[in-house]
């Protein structure tokens, strides 16, 4: 079993920042790219930022110089600190792995629960 558990939302005034944390656990192999996607209400699950094994990144234009996203493979966490943040960054905010369990078994997507982030004054 691979569990994904997210902590840091919360809400923040305009302008304000959050960091969010994410750790993979359970049965890994091995991890590929990690990332952060969000769904606000009545809209569709959109990236917000991956990272690669080595450190490769992209951004969704709409967060591009505001949030950095990073990782820590020695303890399978990847973290996304959130800038400048503005009321349409309004979202439940999605940890998302890409993670091989077992050395016999293909990557695969694994879900985080989810963490609330609120921009509001």
């Known amino acids: 079993q691979v569990q994904l558990v997210e902590s840091g939302g919360g809400l923040v005034q305009p302008g304000g920042s959050l960091r969010l944390s994410c750790a993979a656990s359970?049965?890994?192999?091995?991890?590929?790219?990690m990332g952060w996607y969000r769904q606000a209400p009545g809209k569709e699950r959109e990236l917000v930022a991956r990272?690669?094994?080595?450190?490769?990144?992209n951004y969704a234009d709409s967060v591009k110089g505001r949030f950095t996203i990073s990782r820590d493979n020695a303890k399978n966490m990847v973290y996304l600190q959130m800038n400048s943040l503005k009321p349409e960054d309004t979202a439940i905010y999605y940890c998302n792995g890409n993670i091989r369990p077992y050395f016999y078994r293909p990557y695969t997507d694994y879900w985080g629960q989810g963490t609330q982030v609120t921009v509001s004054s």
């Open positions: 990272v690669t094994s080595i450190g490769s990144t």
């Open positions: 359970g049965s890994i192999f091995s991890i590929n790219t």
